[in-house]
């Protein structure tokens, strides 16, 4: 194993923990529960609606379904790394306001440990927090602004493990052509490392009045914990060979995830002052002050249903269905009045030619989707939902036919995947805000071939 490529990796670990501990988000609606909830797709399922529950590949990291790691070569070690940007257009009832952001977004890699036991490690966001409202009231004859600000977030340090189950083929032949029928059940369980916080701040001051006393609330929660989740992949392919040329059919997937509803742990924070600005003296008393209330934050169960389709080497279509009971979670032992949420996506890839090694643009891999998403907000009898399309390339960084040779292996060329996705969250309804964002990600994928016993030095 190259130590060159071993410090690459930890840099690069160590350089997307810093990033992913900044916010993400600009919304509004991440001021309640954990924030904004991140789609947990895998690469190539950001450019098809964020499917991901059903697919798998031998040099893409799967995060949400861990029994697809068993897709890695047995002699591949695979590396995906995404940047990803907004922008937001919020929209009100008496004004509008535009921001964007970006960062490093997913660090994940992908190697066998034996032949069927298979993982992945990496890096990435649950939830993201960062959110600036300001309002201007009238109480009696006195101005009142009210300012609220958030921060923070989850991420998950994760360990996933998967292992084949079933693995049978069946071969008919006629004449020339010999079918083969390959049926694969694998078995994956991912494990969590939770960790981030949670920071919001409130004030409410009279900024036009000098007798009247100004209030200040800062609460931070600090997470941290170890969730598990359970993933299968059932999966057929018939494949016909010809002249020793195989082609891969017809491939259908069923995948299928499952989360407990599992505790971590926390403390709280609370500090509650007031202040009275009175020519330049400053009259502060604390009203509250709570350091390190211990508690307890629940992650919500949930169960997701994939299924994948692809002729060809082709024709790719996927789908997802991913419900996440936040109803009956408690934060702090206490009722979190958020609702289940119910995510659905589809999304397709296609691939001109996949055995056009040396025409560049036919084999570059073509990508749209689509997906809905019911959040876990209800505010004022208004459920705050999202919507949005998403489309995307996949192009080798050289030709296929160029890759390196091992003699035993030959390794695929880096992949870029460029993805758009262009969404609508929220309502005007009720006095609430309406959120319309682009979302832009770049992700670099890189296989290679390190597991060889070497002969000769």
Request: charged residues 20%.
């Amino acid at each position: 194993m190259c130590y060159k490529k071993l410090f690459i990796i930890a840099l690069s670990l160590s350089f997307t923990a810093n990033a992913i501990s900044q916010s993400f988000t600009l919304s509004p609606y991440s001021k309640f529960g954990l924030g904004d909830i991140s789609y947990p797709s895998y690469v190539p399922g950001y450019s098809m609606g964020f499917t991901s529950i059903a697919q798998r590949s031998n040099r893409y990291i799967n995060r949400e379904n861990p029994a697809a790691a068993t897709q890695i070569d047995t002699l591949s070690f695979v590396t995906d790394i995404s940047i990803m940007g907004r922008y937001f257009m919020l929209q009100s009832q008496n004004y509008t306001h535009s921001q964007s952001n970006s960062d490093i977004h997913y660090l994940a890699m992908g190697f066998p440990i034996t032949k069927n036991w298979k993982n992945y490690i990496g890096l990435a966001p649950i939830s993201n927090i960062g959110y600036q409202i300001q309002e201007n009231k009238i109480i009696d004859t006195l101005q009142l602004t009210n300012t609220y600000k958030g921060d923070g977030g989850l991420n998950e340090v994760f360990w996933s493990n998967a292992w084949d189950i079933i693995h049978k083929k069946h071969t008919k032949k006629n004449e020339n052509i010999e079918t083969n029928h390959f049926h694969r059940l694998a078995l994956g369980l991912k494990s969590s490392y939770v960790f981030g916080s949670l920071d919001k701040y409130t004030s409410a001051t009279f900024p036009e009045e000098l007798y009247v006393f100004d209030m200040n609330k800062t609460e931070r929660n600090i997470l941290n914990g170890v969730i598990f989740k359970g993933g299968l992949q059932y999966q057929y392919l018939l494949q016909q060979e010809n002249n020793f040329e195989k082609t891969n059919k017809l491939k259908v997937i069923l995948g299928l995830t499952y989360q407990m509803l599992e505790p971590i742990q926390a403390k709280q924070t609370t500090l509650i002052t007031k202040f009275l600005n009175l020519q330049g003296t400053v009259t502060k008393d604390t009203i509250q002050n709570i350091v390190n209330k211990k508690g307890k934050i629940e992650m919500p169960q949930s169960i997701g249903f994939g299924l994948t389709i692809e002729t060809n080497d082709k024709f790719t279509w996927s789908s997802d269905v991913l419900f996440q009971h936040w109803a009956n979670t408690k934060f702090y032992n206490e009722p979190t009045n958020l609702k289940n949420s119910i995510f659905v996506a589809t999304g397709i890839q296609f691939i001109p030619d996949p055995t056009k090694f040396y025409q560049y643009w036919k084999m570059t891999q073509y990508r749209l989707g689509t997906y809905f998403n019911q959040t876990y907000l209800d505010i004022y009898n208004q459920h705050i939902n999202e919507f949005g399309i998403t489309f995307g390339l996949g192009l080798p960084i050289t030709k296929t036919d160029k890759g390196e040779s091992t003699m035993i292996r030959r390794k695929l060329p880096p992949m870029l995947n460029i993805s758009l996705a262009y969404g609508t969250r929220g309502t005007l309804k009720n006095n609430l805000i309406k959120e319309n964002f682009w979302q832009f990600s770049l992700s670099l994928n890189i296989h290679d071939i390190w597991f060889i016993k070497r002969k000769f030095n």
